[in-house]
């Protein structure tokens, strides 16, 4: 059933310049190795990375780079379905997080959409934490790219929440103070120059059963789009994710 609504339903599209292409990687999977994605179909090589055992997304340069990644679990039972990122970076390893949950058997989407500082050798792996592969590759995607200007992106991760349900960015952060700068209390970002900025964000709340949850980007206080995720049978965590390119002016603030 079609259900109309300008905030949830959206559409973005960003040309990648000629430059970057180059250093843009995209790979399917239709096959694991210990439940570690197998990225087994080039769609786009570059010598810039090296797949090794045939799941690990090695860099050949160092550099900040963007990844983007559309996944799927299949679990034989009902429950929560976890999906990984392991980062592989200066000889330890950082994992991000991507949680789905079913009352029922099926298969459950997981998106990424990060940002790595990547060091020679540092590598990445795509790992569905035995909860199964769809085995195909319309269902496993992933993509890679080097950022040449890192002076223009921000990132943060939250440990805690600030209130009213608005995330604290208070765990990882790097930035710069000239284009956004987070607030004394780190639950809100406001922009130093007019642009128009990509923003990616993934949420992962706990919700209850039969409870209608959902995720939003709020500019300047308004609600600007959101994410739903429907709990069902049980309590779960689920993950919501948020990817748009928004026109922005010196002033405005985002939560």
Known sequence: TIYNEKNTTYLCIEKIPEKILPSVGIWRSSSSTSHYRNLNQAVKASDRYTIKSNYYLAANKGGLYRVSARVHSNYSSTGAQYFYIYEYRNGNNHTHYSMQSAHTTNY???MFDEVFSLKKDDYLAFYD???????????????????????????WKSASVQSNYQRKWDFESWGNDNLFSLNSTKNIIEMKQDGNYR???????YQGSN???????YINGSEYCKSRMGGYGSTYYYTTSIQEIVALKKGDKIY
């Open 211 to 217: 409870v209608q949850g959902y995720s939003a980007l």
């Open 129 to 155: 934490a035995g909860y199964g592969t769809v085995s195909s590759q319309y269902y496993d995607g992933i993509q890679i790219q080097y950022v040449p200007f890192p002076d223009m992106v921000g990132a």
């Open 108 to 110: 459950q989407c997981h």
């Open 199 to 205: 923003i990616c964000c993934n949420t992962t709340q």
